[in-house]
């Protein structure tokens, strides 16, 4: 059964940083893309990062240059580091797994 298990969300005001943390088990890591979701209440779920099983990343436009997705194979883990927060980042993040697999869901909450 996979299981996707994230942390790292809270609370950081504007123009602050949080890195969140997703650790799969269940199935091999290293052969399936992994990416960064998130949804605000009565929208739509949207990418925001995605990575290959190769490492090949890309990102969505309000977050370019901010934002970096990594994995680490030897540890089931995918990481979104977010720098230069901004309140419009405020959501529900979720990591999700090629496969239709998703985490559980954390908050990032940004405000002064």
């Known amino acids: 059964q996979v299981q996707l298990v994230e942390s790292g969300g809270g609370l950081v005001q504007p123009g602050g940083s949080l890195r969140l943390s997703c650790t799969a088990s269940g199935r091999i890591f290293s052969a399936f893309d992994m990416g960064w979701y998130r949804q605000a209440p009565g929208k739509q779920r949207e990418l925001v990062a995605h990575?290959?099983?190769?490492?090949?990343?890309n990102y969505a436009d309000s977050v370019k240059g901010r934002f970096t997705i990594s994995r680490d194979n030897a540890k089931n883990m995918v990481a979104l580091q977010m720098n230069s927060l901004k309140p419009e980042d405020t959501d529900v993040y979720y990591c999700?797994?090629?496969?239709?697999?998703w985490g559980q869901g954390t908050q990032v909450t940004v405000s002064s």
């Open positions: 990575i290959s099983r190769g490492g090949r990343t």
């Open positions: 999700y797994m090629e496969g239709g697999y």
